[in-house]
């Protein structure tokens, strides 16, 4: 690691990063409650920290949707996603995700699948060690989705997905397949069908992937055993509502 340089502005940058990423997985760990007020003399004096870089962090936090701020109250956490969120959150994903996977499996140019795989190694050799992988099945998952958007060369769909910060809400949830073994099986079927250049199978494994992680992460609701798969098309359904 290259020393740090000692000036105001360095020391400034590394405090507010460090801020952010210990706010960040407390939140996400539930330590910080959702709905919990944020008293921000408190959380300087716990971290050690000026009230200078816990503002910025709070500003960035509240541009993540897991803070909100409210005048004369301040800031503080935002609820956690209720189980109509959580499906019009998916449904959007089963619009934009499988239509990505296909147009990266459609251009040999821009084919992710080199990236994917060393995204996948990655964390594969995280899980030999063990220990807490919610954070790291985090990064892992918010990387392997975003090089697709990426790949797929839209950036406007690549923005408005990014915009959810779907993996932030939902990871926040429940440790859904905490060993992620699941979900590497399914970003490896996703990855081969995109390096092997077939947009059937990239569409129909990233829409499976999906699906099942909403299964997963529904589980988290009480009744969430007799909830109505996702379809397809989202919210337009098939038939008429009279
Ligand atoms: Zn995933």
Redesign the pocket.
């Known amino acids: 690691m290259p020393p740090r340089q000692p000036s105001d502005s360095s020391k400034g940058k590394a405090g507010v990063s460090d801020v952010y990423a210990s706010m960040r997985a407390s939140i996400l760990r539930g330590e910080i409650a959702p709905g919990t007020r944020i008293n921000i003399d408190a959380v300087s004096r716990e971290l050690g920290v000026s009230q200078t870089p816990v503002r910025e962090v709070l500003q960035r936090l509240e541009g993540d949707n897991l803070v909100v701020y409210s005048p004369g109250r301040g800031y503080s956490t935002t609820p956690l996603l209720d189980l109509p969120a959580l499906r019009a959150l998916f449904e959007f994903r089963l619009l934009v995700e499988p239509w990505a996977a296909r147009s990266a499996a459609v251009d040999r140019l821009a084919n992710p699948a080199a990236a994917l795989e060393k995204e996948l190694s990655a964390f594969r050799a995280i899980m030999e060690v063990g220990g807490e992988l919610r954070q790291d099945l985090v990064a892992h998952?918010t990387r392997?989705?975003d090089s697709i958007l990426a790949a797929a060369g839209n950036p406007v769909v690549r923005h408005a997905f990014a915009q959810t910060h779907c993996h932030l809400h939902t990871f926040r949830l429940y440790p859904a397949d905490i060993d992620g073994a699941i979900?590497v099986a399914?970003?490896s079927a996703v990855r081969d069908a995109i390096s092997a250049c077939l947009p059937d199978q990239a569409e129909q494994a990233m829409a499976e992937?999906i699906r099942n992680?909403f299964y997963r992460f529904s589980q988290a609701f009480e009744g969430a055993e007799d909830l109505p798969p996702l379809e397809d098309s989202g919210p337009p359904r098939r038939h008429i509502v009279d």
């Open positions: 998952d392997f989705h979900t399914e970003h992937h992680s």
